[in-house]
């Protein structure tokens, strides 16, 4: 280590008081013509601004005597080589607050970290989706933006009561938290790249959910949801990180030849990642959206996907596929809507829509593990998150659709599910 040597600074900071001799008196009647000046040019100019740097300009004498001062300076000599030689220890930014930062000065490129380019990307398509429905429904929706204390936010579109739409819900989130001990265990058991070590983690996720409650019977509802989440060390670097999602179709009324577009549209969107991603993910959505407690599906299925990382694909790869998907959404279901929106109906089939989306209510509510998720986060914004109900639902006690009817094929294909491509 380098001889420590104060700086001039230091040293003139600790140096004794001079003797200057005594300064001449000055007549009052400078006084008075300089006050009067003053006053003059406060009237013409408006009222001056204090010097913030008076005090250090001109301070004021020290009341200390010499000797007393004298006893300071091993004192202030120990305190400087302390600081000098002592690491410093002070909270840094946030990552909420690094990426704010980053968005603020250099925008969002293709070099910029992947929550970034997650974000952009969701909330780029949640303006594209809104359009495409508000120009189907004929309403606008009603845009709400929040934000979270942790870090964060989303915006939520809602339209209620439309022309189409009973009710549509279509919404971004970006969450910035911290993962404590139970969660990192529990989630190791597909990510070995979390520390099993460390007390707590720092989480981000970002994500674009949709349902869509249309108010004709004929009219399938729809879900989707992309979402990414990593978690990170002090400095913003990614531990681990994967991908979720997937969207799926529940009609009240079955028309295969809607199944069968809705279907293709996907497998499309997957086929040009990897032919094995549809036959994969339809399985593993028939199996989760899956209402165990009736043994029959929640509709005719889509796909669903989760915890994709580095050991399926790399992260370019799988954002790559992600967008895709998500881009598929509006060429997959308007469509559909399109054709079933003003379709004649009965009140008994409105009331069989009615118990639909009770069984909807109840695997939102009972088995889905993002809306389980999303109400056991610190900070979590309910509305948002139960933005996913119906407006109306219905339970009637132990009904049971007529043989042979419309109603009773539904509920055969969701007690056993179709292969529609």
């Not at 300089?34 to 001109?58: H, Y």
């Not at 165990?292 to 994709?308: A, P, Q, S």
């Amino acid at each position: 280590m380098p001889t420590f040597r104060p700086s001039t600074r230091l040293a003139r900071a600790i140096e004794f008081q001079h003797n200057y001799p005594p300064r001449r008196s000055i007549p009052s009647s400078f006084f008075t013509g300089t006050r009067l000046a003053a006053s003059r040019r406060s009237l013409a100019t408006g009222p001056q601004k204090p010097d913030p740097l008076t005090e250090w300009r001109n301070p004021k004498p020290s009341k200390w005597p010499n000797r007393f001062r004298l006893m300071f300076v091993p004192f202030i000599g120990a305190l400087v080589y302390s600081m000098w030689t002592t690491e410093i220890q002070t909270e840094g930014p946030s990552i909420a607050e690094k990426d704010a930062l980053t968005k603020r000065e250099n925008g969002v490129t293709t070099q910029s970290p992947m929550r970034l380019r997650m974000e952009k990307f969701v909330q780029e398509h949640q303006k594209q989706i809104v359009a495409g429905l508000e120009e189907v429904d004929g309403k606008k929706f009603q845009v709400d933006t929040w934000q979270r204390a942790e870090g964060g936010g989303g915006i939520t579109c809602v339209l209620q009561d439309g022309n189409v739409f009973e009710k549509a819900g279509v919404a971004t989130s970006v969450v910035y938290g911290t993962l404590g001990r139970a969660a990192i265990q529990k989630m190791r058991v597909n990510h070995k790249a979390l520390d099993p070590d460390v007390e707590s983690v720092d989480f981000f996720a970002a994500g674009l959910s949709m349902v869509l409650h249309p108010s004709n019977p004929n009219a399938p509802t729809v879900h989707l949801n992309y979402r990414y989440f990593e978690t990170a060390d002090e400095f913003g670097n990614t531990n681990a990180w994967w991908y979720g999602g997937g969207c799926d179709l529940t009609p009240s009324y079955l028309y295969d030849e809607d199944a069968i577009h809705f279907h293709n549209t996907i497998k499309a969107a997957c086929d040009k990642h990897d032919k094995g991603y549809y036959p994969r993910f339809k399985k593993w959505c028939d199996e989760y959206f899956n209402n165990k407690h009736r043994g029959e599906t929640r509709g005719v299925g889509g796909i669903f996907f989760d915890d994709l990382d580095e050991t399926v694909k790399d992260r370019e790869q799988l954002f790559a596929f992600v967008q895709d998907c998500l881009s598929a959404f509006l060429p997959s279901y308007i469509p559909i809507i399109n054709r079933r929106k003003d379709m004649p109906f009965t009140e008994e089939q409105k009331q069989w829509q009615q118990l639909r989306r009770g069984r909807y209510v109840e695997f939102n509510l009972v088995h889905d593990r993002g809306t389980s998720f999303g109400l056991n986060t610190p900070g979590s914004r309910v509305e948002s998150i139960l933005m996913s109900l119906p407006l109306t639902a219905r339970w009637q006690y132990m009904h049971a659709p007529e043989p042979g009817s419309r109603e009773e094929r539904l509920i055969d294909v969701l007690k056993n599910p179709k292969e529609w491509v």
